[in-house]
């Protein structure tokens, strides 16, 4: 099992609760302070280079319109930590698939990151929340398609080497695409997709061979779709995935003692408590499923999965695996478990850090982790053999 | 309150059903009444197939109201993609029932619907009656023509499309039976693929407003915030031979909000009574 550092770069000085009703889209930028914010990105960007030099990998996501994420573009600090991380895997989780303006812009990009990062680039696509819809304008049915759509035309971009090749398909027209520089890493970087309740997109993340992540899901909603994703490829005659084809991302602290580690947890996850948004936003026509939207126009959905765990409170969040906290043996215990549950997962993507914690209490709690919980964990889990889609295995007939 | 003005109306019953495969979709085009042809296209919420509407234009004349592809028993095939491609789909309709003289009347993206037949086509049609129009943009990059009714909460949505929230047939669902909650809900889904982006209108559309030769008369709430009511005035001095017409105290949808004074307006005009 490998680990990831995680930070979201939330802005944590917020307005009273009764001054605002959304973090996200209608958040005037006059809540945020230019002079706090240098420094929140630098200290956060520390956060990083901390995580390469305790062996953990760093990845980095973005979002628009938000004050929850102060990263509109996540290939700046992936930039960044290309050249202030010396071994850590990068990983970008994600861009933006659905949305981007122009696909080929993504895969230079990539490309560059790659080369600079002497291929250390693990490459992730996302949909996209709903929220996002707002700041690009994209059309909300047309998400899951553009997302793969996107995810293949960029892969061929890569890995095409013999000058330009054409490409007019339903969303995107280019007529001469001839990506330089080509990827360090070859035939080219790993990709990541994420992912919610659908069974079909998981399954073709990992037969197509990338990694399918979900960020603090319910350990039995987890299971349902790690071991879903086993049985539907075992069911349709693919060789069994590896562990590393599938990843995890809870909120994660570590401390000396149970109460520290409660402490700190409290801190990241602050992330969870103010995650505030309006309904209409959660649930644009053609995005959610059209069963969920049918709730929402019939007044019956209002606040949606993340209203639902803000309620819940701590003790649900442990019970469920969604946060993981306590001593190092404990911690390592509790991913053990985990782990058993879901039937098995290699990447642990850890949220570290969120709100207004500083840096000092992330260095404590990373390092514990660093030094005391994954030299634990190091060799759960099993690895691919290779690079690329799964085989199909080869049918024996029984006489 | 429409309905009930017009359960009065008499003896309207829905004559026929049908469904035609056109291109690649299946239309499903409700039929009534009997006399010259009305072409009768329907809102974003579909309030028009609600009500009596039909029913009051079925005592005059033949009323086609084809449902708009996703809406109904109407499909929406991966080929159709915006109103440019609805509006072809239509002129086959009409040539399927081999219509001419056609009156329409069009409400909301309906009007818009209108605009787009007559530009490709203006033979067919006689006369337009445009309620609450949406399909053109005529302001600046920066101004908001169309006030976005995905990004605020509903009841500030209802407040800008109804100067009474009230009167907003859809303010509670929440009797809805599930199966109409999703049809409902696949209806939105299908204004949103077609309509997110242009946002409600085609931007080719003015340059070619010259080709709507026919009378034309724009009716419009003057309380509407979802338009202005400058919008229907722009788009009546856009048109050859367009008269505009405010209606007091109501919102986008005045033939909803206020049936009365529109139906006064609407009939004399498809009559094509002297001052209009």
Redesign the interface.
């Known amino acids: 099992m490998d680990f990831y550092h995680f930070s979201e770069f939330a802005w944590p000085h917020l307005p009273s609760d009764d001054q605002f009703t959304s973090m996200r889209l209608n958040l005037p930028s006059s809540v945020y302070d230019p002079k706090k914010g240098a420094d929140l990105y630098n200290m956060i960007l520390d956060q990083y280079v901390l995580a390469d030099e305790l062996g953990i990998n760093c990845m980095v996501n973005e979002h628009h319109q938000t004050a929850t994420c102060l990263n509109p573009s996540g290939v700046v600090p992936l930039a960044i930590i290309a050249r202030q991380t010396k071994n850590a895997r990068i990983l970008i989780l994600g861009n933006p698939a659905a949305n981007l303006a122009d696909p080929i812009r993504c895969a230079e990009e990539m490309a560059m990151i790659d080369n600079i990062s002497y291929g250390r680039l693990e490459c992730g696509f996302v949909r996209g929340v709903p929220y996002e819809l707002f700041a690009s304008n994209r059309n909300p049915t047309e998400t899951s398609e553009r997302l793969w759509d996107t995810i293949e035309l960029i892969i061929k971009a890569w890995m095409t080497h013999n000058g330009p090749f054409n490409y007019e398909g339903k969303w995107i027209h280019k007529r001469q695409v001839n990506v330089w520089p080509r990827p360090y890493q070859q035939p080219h970087p790993p990709v990541w997709t994420t992912g919610g309740s659908d069974l079909v997109h998981a399954c073709r993340t990992v037969t197509k061979g990338h990694t399918f992540a979900m960020f603090l899901t319910p350990a039995d909603r987890l299971a349902k779709m790690f071991k879903g994703v086993r049985a539907w490829c075992k069911d349709n005659g693919y060789e069994k995935p590896a562990d590393d084809k599938f990843a995890f991302m809870p909120l994660v602290a570590v401390g000396e003692t149970e109460k520290e580690a409660r402490e700190v947890v409290e801190q990241v996850f602050w992330y969870v408590t103010n995650n505030k948004a309006e309904p209409q936003h959660r649930a644009p026509p053609g995005y959610v499923e059209t069963s969920l939207y049918a709730d929402f126009l019939t007044g019956k959905f209002t606040g949606g999965r993340t209203d639902a765990i803000r309620t819940q409170g701590m003790e649900y969040f442990r019970e469920n695996h969604v946060a993981i906290y306590g001593t190092p043996d404990n911690v390592a215990s509790q991913i053990r478990a985990l782990y058993g549950k879901v039937g098995g997962f290699g990447h642990l993507i850890a949220m570290f850090h969120s709100g207004d914690m500083d840096f000092g209490t992330v260095e404590k709690s990373m390092s514990l982790f660093a030094k005391k919980v994954a030299p634990q964990l190091r060799d759960l889990g099993t690895l691919s053999k290779r690079f690329g889609p799964l085989r199909k295995r080869r049918s024996i007939k029984v006489a | 309150m429409l309905g009930d003005m017009l359960q009065t109306a008499g003896a309207y019953r829905v004559a026929d059903t049908d469904i035609l495969k056109i291109q690649q979709a299946r239309i499903e085009v409700q039929r009534a009444g009997k006399g010259a042809p009305l072409l009768f296209l329907h809102s974003e919420d579909g309030y028009e197939l609600e009500g009596g509407l039909i029913g009051h234009f079925a005592q005059k004349y033949e009323v086609f109201a084809p449902r708009l592809p996703g809406f109904g028993k109407s499909t929406l095939p991966e080929s159709i993609r915006s109103m440019d491609d609805i509006a072809y789909l239509w002129l086959d309709l009409i040539d399927r029932y081999g219509l001419k003289g056609v009156r329409v009347a069009g409400f909301s993206i309906g009007a818009w619907l209108a605009l787009e037949l007559a530009t490709k086509n203006p033979d067919p049609f006689d006369r337009l009656l445009l309620s609450g129009p949406l399909g053109l943009k005529f302001g600046g990059a920066y101004d908001r023509d169309i006030e976005d009714i995905?990004?605020?909460?509903?009841d500030r949505v209802r407040a800008m499309r109804f100067h009474d929230p009230a009167a907003d047939p859809h303010a509670?669902?929440?009797g809805?039976s599930?199966r109409r909650?999703?049809a409902?809900?696949?209806e939105?889904?299908a204004?949103?693929?077609l309509f997110?982006?242009p946002y409600f209108h085609n931007p080719s559309l003015t340059h070619r407003l010259n080709r709507v030769r026919m009378e034309t008369l724009v009716v419009a709430g003057r309380e509407d915030g979802l338009t202005k009511p400058v919008y229907g005035r722009s788009l009546a001095r856009k048109l050859p031979r367009a008269k505009f017409t405010g209606i007091l105290n109501a919102g986008h949808f005045p033939h909803v909000e206020r049936p009365a004074p529109f139906l006064k307006k609407a009939d004399a005009f498809l009559a094509g009574r002297k001052g209009f």
Request: proline share 5%.
């Open positions: 995905y990004f605020h909460p509903t509670d669902l929440s809805l599930k909650a999703l409902y809900a696949k939105r889904e204004v949103a693929k997110w982006d």
